[in-house]
Nanobody, 121 residues
Framework: QVQLVESGGGLVQAGGSLRLACTVS????????MGWYRQAPGKQRELVAS???????NYADAVKGRFTISRDNAKNTVDLQMNSLKPEDTAVYYC???????????????WGQGTQVTVSS
């Protein structure tokens, strides 16, 4: 069984910072991309940032220059440092990992339970 456990959400004032952390555990052969998505009330889930196993990073335009994604392949963790937060960043943030559980298995998407980030104005 694979688990993605997130931590670090909370309430912060506009202009503040938060750091989200996600740890992947369980029976895993390989992890390809890891990333963070978010979903605000009434909106679709959207990509915030992702990082491949080789370290290539991708950011949504709305967070470029403010958020930084980092990954530790040895620990199977992915973090998201969020600076200069804005009220429009308020959402539930979900950790995502593309995982193959066995060498013969194709990769699948796995998700964390979500962590709430609220930015007050």
């Amino acid at each position: 069984q694979v688990q993605l456990v997130e931590s670090g959400g909370g309430l912060v004032q506009a202009g503040g910072s938060l750091r989200l952390a996600c740890t992947v555990s369980g029976s895993i052969f390989s992890i390809n991309a890891m990333g963070w998505y978010r979903q605000a009330p009434g909106k679709q889930r959207e990509l915030v940032a992702s990082v491949t196993s080789s370290g290539r990073k991708n950011y949504a335009d709305a967070v470029k220059g403010r958020f930084t994604i980092s990954r530790d392949n040895a620990k199977n963790t992915v973090d998201l440092q969020m600076n200069s937060l804005k009220p429009e960043d308020t959402a539930v943030y979900y950790c995502n990992a593309v995982i193959a559980r066995y060498y013969y298995q194709t990769e699948s998407d796995y998700w964390g339970q979500g962590t709430q980030v609220t930015v007050s104005s």
